[in-house]
């Protein structure tokens, strides 16, 4: 399954952070939007960093006045990207072995999407689901 399959099956856009917006904003818009990390971006469509509730907790464990701080002083600002043409194997891949939760997707350097490890998973079901279905038509059926 091609990544820009995930993407025409997920409503909505990318959620985006300004790198000089609060924690506390960040926070706020987590929390509203019901997910786990959003793109650090100054408009939208380059990518600056990515920051994960991790992040905010790892953040307050050192300093519980954290919030007023902006975004950036706890963003990751490495970030793995992938392609709308890459795989959903490969992105598993990637999440296992790097240990994290969000990939966003890129085309021409522009951000346009994320794939997160819950779209990864419902991926994977649908393919387990699938071969489940084939093997039982074989077996009762003979094929
Ligand atoms: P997550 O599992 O996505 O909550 O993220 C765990 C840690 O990895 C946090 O420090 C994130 O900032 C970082 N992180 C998340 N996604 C990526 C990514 N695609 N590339 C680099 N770092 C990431």
């Known amino acids: 399954v091609k990544i820009a399959q995930v993407l025409a099956s997920k409503s909505g856009g990318v959620a985006t952070i300004p790198p000089s917006a609060t924690i506390a904003d960040l926070v706020d818009a987590l929390g509203h939007h019901h997910i786990g990390a959003m793109v650090v971006s100054p408009d939208g469509r380059a990518v600056s960093g990515i920051v994960s509730e991790r992040d905010v907790v790892r953040a307050l464990r050192m300093d519980p006045d954290v919030l007023s701080r902006p975004v950036h002083s706890i963003m990751t600002?490495?970030?793995?990207?992938?392609?709308?043409?890459?795989?959903?194997?490969?992105?598993?891949?990637?999440?296992?072995?790097?240990?994290?939760?969000?990939?966003?997707?890129?085309?021409?350097?522009?951000?346009?999407?994320?794939?997160?490890?819950g779209d990864v998973?419902?991926?994977?079901?649908?393919?387990?689901?699938?071969?489940r279905a084939a093997l039982m038509d074989y077996i009762t059926k003979g094929g």
Request: proline content about 4%.
């Open 77 to 117: 600002s490495e970030v793995h990207t992938a392609e709308p043409d890459g795989t959903v194997d490969e992105l598993m891949a990637l999440m296992t072995e790097r240990r994290f939760r969000h990939v966003p997707v890129l085309e021409d350097g522009v951000l346009i999407g994320i794939v997160s490890i």
């Open 121 to 131: 998973v419902k991926v994977r079901l649908g393919e387990l689901e699938d071969e």
